[in-house]
């Protein structure tokens, strides 16, 4: 029993040193959250799928020291965008800005969506047309069409 | 007939479209900072640490500033392309090191000194110098990587081509190769320094 109290000690102390770590965080709840939204929305250039937020890489740990600067400036959410995008370039954004550029990105899957629904529509109808175009059995091919109905009946 | 054509047609069309994105590099990143002006700074030379050098100092001359560190691997790639460069060429070729010690994977940053880390940088940026040669007119050191992301770099090396008024004409990322410094490099200094 002893001993489980003990590890039980250790394990808490263990605990609050960790949380001795996380000190910036508590500092200024408000300002790490801004950090936290801003970062999220910010692409880390070094692993492409990963956003500054969730990103190890350390330019990423830079980017967010530099966006904790900037928040403690005073700058505003779009200074601190406007910022990063001056230096990366519009890829940093997750969300980036509607213009010529990036049109294709914007407009491109709906696009290919309109194409495939007027294909797809297109298809439909020609396929109608072929069913209904369909002409009644001429006397002929009834006779035909019966005569193989009854072989496979009287097999 | 015409009912595979378009199929086909589509076919063609992914193959080409899927093709021409296997051989872009994900990598490069174009720099919105090409056509602007080249960001300033004051940071320490490497081989007389008392003086400062700035962008402002290159005014009227054409130039490289190449980002390197002792730790880049691909920077040793490229390193014998800039020895032989700055060998025949006639422009200063400016290089910066960028966080020479704590952009190092294997330092523990929490064993060292603040106030040794330039004095560790130095002694680091100096040894790889020496063993692999020096192309640069002189190098900086940017420790804390701050005048780097001014530049927007991400990943080492990189190198600028900067004009006589100070412009970022063109940014190459990753190692120069022969093949990038005589066909798109040394062409666009020669029209530069027309």
Same mark, same amino acid.
């Given at each position: 029993? #002893?001993?489980?109290?003990?590890?039980?000690?250790?394990?808490?102390?263990?605990?609050?040193?960790?949380?001795?770590?996380?000190?910036?965080?508590?500092?200024?709840?408000?300002?790490?959250?801004? @950090?936290? /939204?801003?970062?999220?929305?910010?692409?880390?250039?070094?692993? %492409?799928?990963? $956003?500054?937020?969730?990103?190890?890489?350390?330019?990423?740990?830079?980017?967010?020291?530099?966006?904790?600067?900037?928040?403690?400036?005073?700058?505003?959410?779009?200074?601190?965008?406007?910022?990063?995008?001056?230096?990366?370039?519009?890829?940093?954004? +997750?969300?980036?800005?509607? /213009?010529?550029?990036?049109?294709?990105?914007?407009?491109?899957?709906?696009?290919?969506?309109?194409? =495939?629904?007027?294909?797809?529509?297109?298809?439909?109808? %020609?396929?109608? %047309?072929?069913?209904?175009?369909?002409?009644?059995?001429?006397?002929?091919?009834?006779?035909?069409?019966?005569?193989?109905?009854?072989?496979?009946? $009287?097999? | 007939?015409?009912?595979?054509?378009?199929? @086909?047609?589509?076919?063609?069309?992914?193959?080409?479209?899927?093709?021409?994105?296997?051989?872009?590099?994900?990598?490069?990143?174009?720099?919105?900072?090409? *056509?602007?002006?080249?960001?300033?700074?004051?940071?320490?030379?490497? !081989?007389?640490?008392?003086?400062?050098?700035?962008?402002?100092?290159?005014? =009227?001359?054409?130039?490289?500033?190449?980002?390197?560190?002792?730790?880049?691997? !691909?920077?040793?790639?490229?390193?014998?392309?800039?020895?032989?460069?700055?060998?025949?060429?006639?422009?200063?070729?400016?290089?910066?090191?960028?966080?020479?010690?704590?952009?190092? *994977?294997?330092?523990?940053?929490?064993?060292?000194?603040?106030?040794?880390?330039?004095?560790?940088?130095?002694?680091?940026?100096?040894?790889?110098?020496? %063993?692999?040669?020096?192309?640069?007119?002189?190098?900086?050191?940017?420790?804390?990587?701050?005048?780097?992301?001014?530049?927007?770099? +991400?990943?080492?090396?990189?190198?600028?081509?900067?004009?006589?008024?100070?412009?970022?004409?063109?940014?190459?990322? =990753?190692?120069?190769?022969?093949?990038?410094?005589?066909?798109?490099?040394?062409?666009?200094?020669?029209?530069?320094? #027309?």
């Amino acid at each position: 029993m #002893k001993r489980l109290i003990l590890a039980l000690c250790l394990a808490l102390t263990a605990h609050f040193a960790r949380a001795g770590d996380a000190a910036p965080l508590a500092a200024d709840p408000v300002a790490e959250k801004r @950090l936290m /939204k801003l970062s999220e929305e910010l692409r880390c250039l070094v692993c %492409q799928n990963q $956003n500054i937020a969730d990103s190890h890489a350390e330019l990423a740990d830079d980017l967010r020291r530099e966006i904790r600067a900037m928040i403690k400036d005073g700058k505003t959410d779009k200074e601190i965008i406007d910022f990063m995008v001056a230096r990366y370039g519009d890829f940093v954004l +997750y969300n980036p800005p509607f /213009k010529a550029t990036t049109v294709l990105l914007w407009v491109g899957p709906l696009a290919l969506m309109l194409i =495939g629904l007027v294909a797809l529509g297109r298809y439909l109808k %020609q396929r109608n %047309q072929l069913v209904t175009d369909d002409a009644p059995l001429s006397a002929e091919e009834a006779k035909r069409a019966e005569a193989l109905l009854n072989e496979t009946k $009287n097999s | 007939m015409n009912r595979f054509l378009w199929p @086909l047609l589509g076919f063609i069309a992914l193959v080409v479209l899927l093709a021409v994105g296997l051989k872009l590099d994900p990598r490069e990143v174009p720099s919105p900072l090409v *056509g602007k002006p080249a960001p300033a700074f004051n940071l320490p030379v490497l !081989s007389t640490p008392a003086k400062t050098f700035g962008p402002k100092d290159m005014e =009227g001359k054409v130039w490289l500033l190449n980002v390197w560190s002792s730790w880049c691997v !691909s920077c040793r790639q490229e390193h014998p392309v800039l020895v032989e460069f700055s060998k025949r060429a006639s422009i200063p070729l400016v290089g910066l090191n960028y966080k020479e010690v704590r952009g190092d *994977g294997e330092v523990d940053m929490t064993k060292i000194a603040p106030e040794d880390e330039k004095k560790l940088a130095i002694q680091r940026a100096d040894q790889w110098l020496n %063993q692999h040669g020096n192309p640069y007119t002189l190098s900086v050191l940017d420790l804390d990587g701050r005048v780097g992301i001014d530049y927007g770099v +991400y990943g080492v090396p990189e190198t600028y081509v900067i004009d006589k008024a100070g412009t970022i004409r063109m940014k190459h990322i =990753g190692p120069i190769t022969p093949d990038v410094l005589g066909g798109k490099i040394l062409p666009l200094i020669g029209e530069l320094s #027309k």
